[in-house]
């Protein structure tokens, strides 16, 4: 199994930038992708970014230009770099990590992390 934990998250104004961390622990060879989630009030759950193992990345279109997702392997950490900020990005953020035991493919979550973009 894979565990996650989420840091990084708080209390922004409009404009202004803020970085997300998640890092993983356990069988973190098993890994295949690592991104983030994002779920705003009354909203569903929605696919943020992600980064696959060889380093190819995704964005919401949403997010496309203004965040950045990275991973340092060594640290097996995954980072989501979030610049000019709208009050739209409001919501709990969720580290997602993709990893395979055997045949079978399972997705693990962290705990959460707000963002709160306010003037």
């Known amino acids: 199994q894979v565990q996650v934990v989420e840091s990084g998250g708080g209390l922004v104004q409009p404009g202004e930038s803020l970085r997300l961390s998640c890092v993983a622990s356990g069988n973190i060879n098993t890994i295949r992708a690592m991104g983030w989630s994002r779920q705003a009030p009354g909203k569903q759950r929605e696919q943020v970014a992600s980064m696959s193992n060889d380093g190819i990345a995704n964005y919401a279109d949403a997010v496309k230009d203004r965040f950045t997702v990275s991973r340092d392997n060594a640290k097996s950490t995954v980072y989501l770099q979030m610049n000019s900020l709208k009050s739209e990005d409001t919501a709990v953020y969720y580290c997602?990590?993709?990893?395979?035991?055997?045949?079978?493919?399972?997705?693990?979550w962290g705990q959460g992390t707000q963002v709160t973009v306010s003037s």
């Open positions: 997602k990590v993709e990893y395979r035991s055997g045949t079978t493919g399972f997705i693990s």
